[in-house]
Structure formats: structure tokens, C-alpha cells
């Protein structure tokens, strides 16, 4: 089973490929870690600490988890003992988001992680996106579903270059999947990367991917209570926009409350009004972009 | 919250530490789950079960700590207990605070032979 997201291991497929050997990283030390070794009462206690500088290792395709010492039992330790861990269990996946992070800011990458609710709009919205950029600023995406390839076809037929993660039975995308998309996708310098996180407003509100912000799509023909009753994902997102706005005439959506909703779990959530099917407010949404693009290559000469 | 995978993550953390250490049974694991962090503490135990049952932490048991809810009201400017995410401050009512503790989910200890 996956060990970020319990998806069966294996049946996560990358551009159609599955991944290389294990999902995991091989073992893991912060530089500088200590590990201790105390014995029950009764016996010789024992002090022993290892300073151990490994520095983090990257995602790679092939991980062996066949490596590394078996250390052997020490003399007269025979009997049990405590060892100290104080290990955070999802650090997993913040270490490789944070590989992932470092990657985009080394090279001027704005990365958005675009979470919703499946058949809030999310795939239209890029896809209007590509084209109203219209080759101006390089990008790709990449695109979660369980299943298909659906998603990344629309996305090639508007023109960007696309990769589709299928978790199988995974629920959200890890950091993981998409520090191997990465690689696969073969990132340019300065560009924008978009990352179509799988329809899920639970999950992936946990997994951080890396990315700059996360965007929640919000849809009117969704209820006004969304946030309230999702507040992880609109409190992780620094950004809404609030979909289909061309449908209002035709609903009793109370738009207004869905935003006092949305500022009440998140006071500092962004919000935009946009139709993507008609293209309305789309005017906006890319001002904040090229923003969010303009900052990444600033920052990125800054660290140069 | 998946109870199945981080158990899975647990395991793992485990494993990774009895290759680089080589003992050969694990008794016991102390894990701090914080209040808030939403796990359902029996389905931990239950998949917990499940995940080292062909493992060097087979029959090991589990302890979880349970570190409490901490938040801070920026209108009352002070410390509060948090039971629950999202809930009003117990003093003012307001809707503003922020956690502080409460969140974490760690592997703290193991009992090793």
C-alpha cells in the first residue's frame, strides 16, 4: 500500500507509467540528528549517540530500500530498551514538498495546487487559462484523476504540455507523485505550473505538494455553506474563485454569504468572481498570476 | 482523516529505524496525537493492528498521547484550550483564533528489543 496515501502500491501511473520501485524515501536523518539509547530500569543504562549527516535525497525513480547498514546488537543489550524517535508521521511528504519547493524557487516556478470539489470547473478553467495566455508566459500541468487521461488530453488539445496522475485508489496527489511529474515534464525555467489536484475537498488539504498557494475552486451551483463545512481546504487555500457565475440568474446562490463564509473560516482568503465557460473575471484571475509569476523570478534572481 | 495510511506511515518510520538499528522486536510505540489533528484514535489502533501484523512491530503495543488543544485569541489576547477546530473563543466569542498546538501526530517512542 502506498505509505502517503494508501493507494494500492503500484497502481499509481504517472503519464501512464507506474512509479519505480518504492514510493518511499530510503531512511531519513536530519542532519545533525541524535539518537539515544536508554535500557529499562534494572539495567546498565547506555548513552549512545550518532551524529548523522545525511543530507535529504531527492525523489529518484528507483529507490532501494535494500540499502544501508544493519546495524548489529550491541553487547548485553539483549534485553528491551527504549529508543527515542520524536518523528513527525507525515514528514514524509513534507520533506519531498519541501524538495519540490526548493526545485521551483531555484528556478523562478510559480506552482498552484487547485483543489475543489469534482465537476467544480476546475479542468474548463485551465483550459480557458491556456488560452487566454495565449503562449505569453511558458507553463505546464499536471493532472490528477483515479482514473483516464481525460483531463490532460483537454489540456494538450488547448495547447500546454500535460501529464496525468492516475492514483487508482489514491484520493489525493502526494508530493511525490508530482516531484516525479516534475522531473517527466521537465520544467522550464520562469514558467507557471498548475497542478490539477484530484476532485476531493477532504483530503488533499493535508498533503502539501510544494506549491505557492493553493486555489479553491468554489462553484454556485455548489451550497453557500461549502466553507463552512470544508473549512480545512478553504483555510489551506489563499485563494477562491467562486465558478460559474454566469449561472446566478438561474439559482437562489446567495454569492455574497458564500464569500462571508469562505472570510469567516479564512479571514485572509482572496476571492475572485469568474465564469470560466464565459470568461468572465478571467481578467483578474490572470492579473494574479502574472503577479504570483513576476514574484517567483524576482525571488529567484534574489538567491542567484 | 486515513487512519490506514498513517498507520502505514508509522510502520514505516519503524522499520526505517530497525534496519538502521537493527533490533529485532518492536514491544512497545508511544505515538503523541494532538487533539485536533482529527485521527479517530480507534481506527488507529485498529489499522495500526492490521499494518504490523507481518512485522518486527507484530503484538506491539500501542500508546497514544493525546496533547491538548491550544489556541490564541488575538481579541482576548490570550491563551485558550481548543477542544475543536473552528469553535468560538471561550471568553469573547470571536471566531479568530489561532491554533497553537494540538496538531502534531508523531512517533515519540519505542520499547525495542
Redesign the interface.
Known amino acids: 500500500?502506498?505509505?502517503?496515501?494508501?493507494c494500492g502500491k503500484g497502481q499509481t501511473l504517472i503519464g501512464g507509467r507506474a512509479l519505480g520501485g518504492s514510493h518511499?524515501l530510503a531512511?531519513?536523518h536530519k542532519p545533525g540528528e541524535e539518537?539515544h539509547?536508554r535500557a529499562?530500569e534494572g539495567s546498565a543504562s547506555h548513552a549512545d549517540a550518532h551524529d548523522r549527516t545525511h543530507g535529504n535525497s531527492p525523489a529518484r525513480d528507483t529507490m532501494d530500500f535494500g540499502a544501508?547498514?544493519?546495524?548489529?546488537?550491541a553487547p548485553g543489550m539483549?534485553?528491551?530498551?527504549?529508543?527515542?524517535?520524536?518523528?513527525?508521521?507525515?514528514?514524509?511528504n513534507n520533506d519531498y514538498a519541501d524538495a519540490n519547493r526548493r526545485h521551483f524557487s531555484s528556478h523562478g516556478i510559480f506552482a498552484l495546487n487547485l483543489v475543489s470539489s469534482p465537476g467544480s470547473g476546475k479542468t474548463t478553467l485551465l483550459v480557458k487559462t491556456i488560452t487566454a495566455l495565449n503562449g505569453t508566459q511558458p507553463l505546464a500541468v499536471i493532472e490528477g484523476d483515479q482514473q483516464t487521461d481525460n483531463d490532460a488530453a483537454r489540456i494538450r488539445t488547448a495547447g500546454a504540455p500535460a501529464l496525468q496522475i492516475n492514483t487508482g485508489k489514491g484520493c489525493h496527489l502526494d508530493a511525490h507523485m508530482v516531484g516525479q511529474a516534475m522531473q517527466r515534464l521537465a520544467l522550464k525555467d520562469d514558467s507557471l505550473l498548475l497542478i490539477e489536484n484530484v476532485g476531493n475537498l477532504v483530503?488533499p488539504a493535508?498533503f502539501d505538494l510544494g506549491e505557492a498557494h493553493k486555489v479553491v475552486i468554489f462553484s454556485v451551483t455548489e451550497g453557500e455553506d461549502k466553507p463552512l463545512k470544508y473549512?480545512?481546504m478553504f483555510r489551506a487555500a489563499d485563494l477562491m474563485l467562486l465558478n460559474k457565475c454566469d449561472l446566478l440568474p438561474h439559482l437562489d446562490f446567495d454569492a455574497d454569504l458564500a464569500v462571508e463564509n469562505a472570510r469567516?473560516?479564512n479571514?485572509d482568503i482572496q476571492v475572485i468572481r469568474v465564469s470560466a465557460a464565459r470568461g468572465e473575471g478571467l481578467a483578474g484571475w490572470l492579473e494574479w498570476i502574472k503577479a504570483g509569476c513576476h514574484d517567483a523570478v524576482a525571488a529567484k534572481q534574489q538567491t542567484l | 482523516?486515513?487512519e490506514?495510511?498513517?498507520a502505514?506511515?508509522?510502520l514505516?518510520?519503524i522499520e526505517?529505524?530497525a534496519?538502521?538499528?537493527?533490533?529485532a522486536r518492536v514491544?512497545a510505540v508511544w505515538?503523541e496525537i494532538g487533539q485536533l489533528a482529527?485521527v479517530e484514535k480507534e481506527s488507529l489502533r485498529f489499522c495500526f493492528d492490521v499494518?504490523t501484523r507481518d512485522s518486527v512491530a507484530r503484538d506491539a503495543r500501542l500508546e497514544i498521547i493525546e496533547t491538548a488543544g491550544q489556541g490564541w485569541c488575538p481579541v482576548c489576547a490570550c491563551n485558550v484550550a481548543v477542544s475543536a477546530?473552528?469553535e468560538p473563543c471561550p471568553n469573547c466569542g470571536g471566531?479568530?483564533i489561532e491554533v497553537t498546538g494540538g496538531e502534531?501526530?508523531?512517533?515519540?517512542?519505542?520499547?525495542?528489543?
Do not use: N
Not at chain 1, 1 to 6: F, K, L, S
Not at chain 2, 19 to 23: F, I, Q, S, T
Open positions: 500500500m502506498c505509505m502517503t496515501c494508501g518511499a531512511r531519513q539518537m539509547y529499562r544501508g547498514p544493519a546495524g548489529a546488537h539483549s534485553q528491551s530498551r527504549m529508543v527515542k524517535i520524536e518523528r513527525d508521521i507525515l514528514a514524509k483530503c493535508g473549512p480545512d469567516r473560516v479571514p | 482523516m486515513h490506514m495510511s498513517i502505514e506511515s508509522v514505516q518510520i526505517d529505524r534496519r538502521a538499528d537493527g533490533y514491544r505515538l482529527g499494518v477546530r473552528y471566531f479568530q502534531e501526530m508523531r512517533v515519540k517512542e519505542l520499547e525495542v528489543e
